[in-house]
């Protein structure tokens, strides 16, 4: 079986500080890891993919296979950052299994 | 071009009634997913559809829940006999597929109540 935790149901950081959201993963193949992000009123999104291996909105997010994660971490945070955050996997037949979402705030 | 269309937005509906949920994916798009979004509990997988294959249905939480793909693209989800624990935010997702690192394109989902 596959399972995504996000531990943080809740984060607050100030603007301009380190940002990390955590993310643990459990599945026996090799996985694909990606997180998606919902703004106030807006529709669910992609943010980025680990095979992509990219940077988008200074967000970045390694595939640790040792640790089974995929922290996705930005070194200064702004107040657009404010969100909600789900860490997904797609394992086996191809099903895209989502973690239960951090709302990150960034205070002023 | 358009996005993955869902309608209605809302729907308010009394316990033990049957509703329809529509989605109109992105043309082109193969694959269709349905997932339930509920205050704490995230984002819970429903059924999947890919192609002409059978959909994959592991995640109905009981056989009061169906749902269609007609003709490969809109699909209707259907919750008969409706509870007050149904109620959520059903979100439909499409992506190109038999790339599955191809992206979700989500609709803006349907906030279900059931009072």
């Known amino acids: 079986a596959q399972r995504v935790t996000q531990p943080e149901k809740l984060l607050s950081v100030f603007k301009g500080a380190p940002v990390e959201l955590k993310c643990n993963y459990s599945y026996s193949g090799s996985p694909e890891l990606f997180w998606y992000v919902q703004y106030s009123r807006q529709r669910l999104q992609l943010l980025l993919r680990h095979i992509s291996r990219e940077s988008i909105k200074g967000f970045t997010a390694d595939l640790n296979k040792g640790e089974t994660s995929f922290h996705l971490k930005k070194p200064f945070a702004q107040e657009e950052d404010s969100a909600m955050y789900y860490c997904?996997?797609?394992?086996?037949?191809?099903?895209?299994?989502f973690g239960s979402g951090t709302q990150l705030t960034v205070l002023p | 071009g358009a996005g993955v269309s869902q309608s209605p937005s809302n729907k308010v509906t009394e316990k033990g009634k049957d509703v329809e949920l529509r989605c109109d994916p992105i043309?082109?798009?193969?694959?269709l997913y349905w997932y339930r979004q509920s205050l704490g509990q995230g984002l819970e997988f429903l059924i999947y559809f890919q192609g002409n294959s059978a959909p994959d249905k592991s995640g109905l939480p009981s056989d009061r829940f169906s749902a269609e793909r007609t003709g490969g693209s809109v699909s209707t989800l259907t919750i008969q006999r409706t509870q007050q624990e149904d109620s959520a935010v059903y979100l439909c997702?499409?992506?190109?597929?038999?790339?599955?690192?191809?992206?979700?394109?989500f609709g803006n989902g349907t906030r279900l109540t059931v009072t």
């Open positions: 043309s082109g798009h193969t694959a």
């Open positions: 997904a996997l797609v394992g086996s037949a191809r099903q895209l299994t």
């Open positions: 997702a499409s992506s190109l597929d038999p790339n599955r690192a191809s992206p979700l394109h």
